[in-house]
C-alpha cells in the first residue's frame, strides 16, 4: 500500500524560506513522477512543481525563480525548497505520485494528507 506523508510546514514571515519533505512508502519510487501541489481557501488546487522519473521538473508560473523541488530516490523523498515566500503562497501543500507521463494536470495517483504553510505580512 502507497502512502505519502509530508512534513515541513509552519508559519513564516514574508520574505522568509521553508523547505518541506514528503515521504513514500510502498511501491518503487524511481519508476513514478512526483509532484507538489497546493490549494489555498476557496482556490482550485494547482501545481507547485512536477518531477518526472528521468528529473525534467516542471514549475507553476507563481512559484518559478522562488521555489526548487527535487527527489531522492535513494530515500523515497521528494522536497520542496521554498524562498521568498508571499502572502499568497499560503495554502496547503500536498505531495503527489503517480505513474509515469501521466499529465499534471490530471487527478492521479496518491496524495498525502498535506501540510499547511502560512506566510504572514
Known amino acids: 500500500q502507497v502512502q505519502l506523508v509530508e512534513s515541513g510546514g509552519g508559519l513564516v514571515q514574508a520574505g522568509g524560506s521553508l523547505t518541506l519533505s514528503c515521504v513514500r512508502s510502498?511501491?518503487?519510487?524511481?519508476?513514478?513522477?512526483v509532484a507538489w501541489y497546493r490549494q489555498a481557501p476557496g482556490k482550485q488546487r494547482e501545481l507547485v512543481a512536477g518531477?518526472?522519473?528521468?528529473?525534467?521538473?516542471t514549475y507553476g508560473e507563481s512559484v518559478r525563480g522562488r521555489f526548487t523541488s527535487s527527489r531522492d530516490n535513494a530515500k523515497n523523498t521528494i522536497y520542496l525548497q521554498m524562498t521568498s515566500l508571499k502572502p499568497e503562497d499560503t495554502a496547503i501543500y500536498f505531495c503527489?505520485?503517480?505513474?509515469?507521463?501521466?499529465?499534471?494536470?490530471?487527478?492521479?495517483?496518491?496524495w498525502g494528507p498535506g501540510t499547511q504553510v502560512t506566510v504572514s505580512s
Open positions: 518531477i518526472r522519473t528521468d528529473g525534467r521538473i
Open positions: 503527489n505520485s503517480r505513474p509515469a507521463r501521466v499529465s499534471w494536470y490530471l487527478d492521479s495517483g496518491y
Open positions: 510502498g511501491g518503487i519510487f524511481r519508476n513514478v513522477d
